[in-house]
């Protein structure tokens, strides 16, 4: 299955049925566009990319995404190919809830819940410290 035709072409996603089965990846490197897509799509931030990928350079990923969004019909494909091929093989998703996003060693934490601090000169047991 061929992806569809690329419309709108950025200088830093090279597409090449010789690299990748065809799939856009980022210039200079094997990441696929459809991969950082899928995490910014699934909620990740874009500071987020930049730890996962620190390879690259913030221009390149900027780029990555917006050949994403001018081009959705291709990543889509590219998406649907990728499940389609994971189907074949008998591989389990990347993420059993969603699969088109594996967990990130670098997500954001939690917001923590603020404690509120004992006055000052008295401890936790309410009594005065010097």
Known sequence: MSL????????????????????????????????????????????????????LEPAKVFDALAFALDNLEVIEADLEQERQMLER??????????PSQVELPFAEPAPATVRAAAPRGKT???RRTR
């Not at 389990?92 to 969603?98: A, Q």
């Open 4 to 55: 569809p035709i690329v419309l709108v072409p950025h200088p830093h996603v090279r597409v090449d049925t010789k690299v990748m089965g065809g799939s856009p990846h980022v210039a200079d490197t094997r990441i696929p566009v459809r991969r950082l897509y899928a995490f910014y799509k699934n909620g990740a931030r874009v500071e987020t990319l930049f730890k996962r990928y620190p390879q």
């Open 89 to 98: 093989t008998g591989a389990r998703s990347p993420h059993p809830r969603n």
């Open 124 to 126: 936790n047991a309410g």
